[in-house]
């Protein structure tokens, strides 16, 4: 579904990774770790075609529709619904390709266009867009307020029923827990659990991640490394890795005092 191949990205003059190559397959969802600032949100960007890559390639099938949670908060007199209605973009376009033929008397249009609204369940979409809000933690009295009435965190949550209303097959979501409460976190772990696509996931919550990925990436000293599994799993296996590490070093210090005992006594002699 998306593949990197020799991927490598700098900001300003730091280089953040290279060489790096993977392929994260159809319907997974994975969640991407790592320190602060060492590339994660450019990454996403670079995947989303917001930035050009220092090497290597992004891939992913022609046609792939790909939603990318933007963090920006918005100032919009449109309300809170209308601004998460226009995420579907194909209902977007239909509705007002539709309202446009009603007011100008194309009726001859009209059928074909409440078809192509019945093909995008356009119908729906309004329902859809409320259900999204709701889950988010807004009242039903808050779904018809301008935009520019709420919060910046209220509108960060706009932005994320926008993304969620978008028809996607790639889903990128980027710290989506930051400005929400515990209900609306538990409703979006659901929703993304019922998700059919392939999801890249940034989180600092460690329980969310555990109940939304099967795969964590890992980036660390500028390379990017899967790990099969949810987020314990992945510290299972990080904290293996170390200790076998810490027992090989050890082993090594031992034969290199040995070594040098042997040399000492022969030295001796």
């Given amino acids: 579904m998306l593949t990197l191949t020799n991927l490598a990205l700098r900001r300003g003059t730091e280089l953040?990774?290279?060489?790096?190559?993977?392929?994260?397959?159809?319907?997974?969802?994975?969640?991407?770790?790592?320190?602060?600032?060492?590339?994660?949100?450019s990454l996403f960007k670079?995947?989303?075609?917001?930035?050009?890559?220092?090497?290597?390639?992004?891939?992913?099938?022609?046609?792939t529709r790909l939603a990318y949670m933007q963090q920006e908060t918005i100032s919009s007199a449109i309300s809170g619904v209308e601004y998460v209605l226009a995420g579907d973009q194909a209902f977007f376009s239909a509705s007002a390709a539709l309202a446009e033929a009603e007011q100008e008397e194309r009726f001859e249009h009209l059928a074909e266009l409440h078809e192509q609204m019945a093909a995008i369940d356009g119908y729906?979409?309004?329902?859809?867009?409320?259900?999204?809000?709701?889950?988010?933690?807004?009242?039903?009295?808050?779904?018809?307020?301008?935009?520019?009435?709420?919060?910046?965190?209220?509108?960060?949550?706009?932005?994320?029923?926008?993304?969620?209303?978008?028809?996607?097959?790639l889903l990128l979501l980027d710290e989506p827990t930051n400005h929400l409460d515990l209900d609306a976190i538990l409703w979006l772990s659901n929703w993304i659990k019922k998700y059919q696509g392939t999801l890249l996931l940034i989180s600092h919550d460690r329980a969310f991640l555990d109940e939304c990925v099967n795969q964590i990436a890992y980036l660390n000293h500028k390379i990017i490394e899967l790990?099969?599994?949810?987020?314990?799993?992945?510290?299972?296996?990080?904290?293996?890795?170390?200790?076998?590490?810490?027992?090989?070093?050890?082993?090594?210090?031992r034969e290199v005092a040995h070594m040098q005992d042997c040399l000492l006594y022969t030295s001796d002699a």
Avoid: H
């Fill in 16 to 41: 953040l990774f290279q060489d790096v190559s993977f392929t994260i397959g159809k319907g997974t969802k994975t969640g991407l770790v790592g320190a602060n600032g060492s590339g994660k949100t």
């Fill in 46 to 63: 670079l995947i989303a075609g917001e930035l050009d890559g220092e090497a290597g390639e992004v891939d992913y099938p022609s046609g």
């Fill in 124 to 169: 729906s979409a309004r329902a859809r867009a409320e259900q999204l809000m709701i889950g988010l933690g807004f009242n039903q009295d808050e779904l018809l307020q301008p935009v520019n009435a709420f919060s910046g965190g209220w509108q960060i949550r706009l932005n994320l029923a926008r993304t969620l209303m978008q028809p996607s097959d």
């Fill in 227 to 253: 790990f099969r599994g949810n987020y314990s799993r992945f510290e299972e296996l990080k904290a293996a890795r170390l200790s076998e590490q810490q027992s090989n070093y050890q082993r090594q210090q």
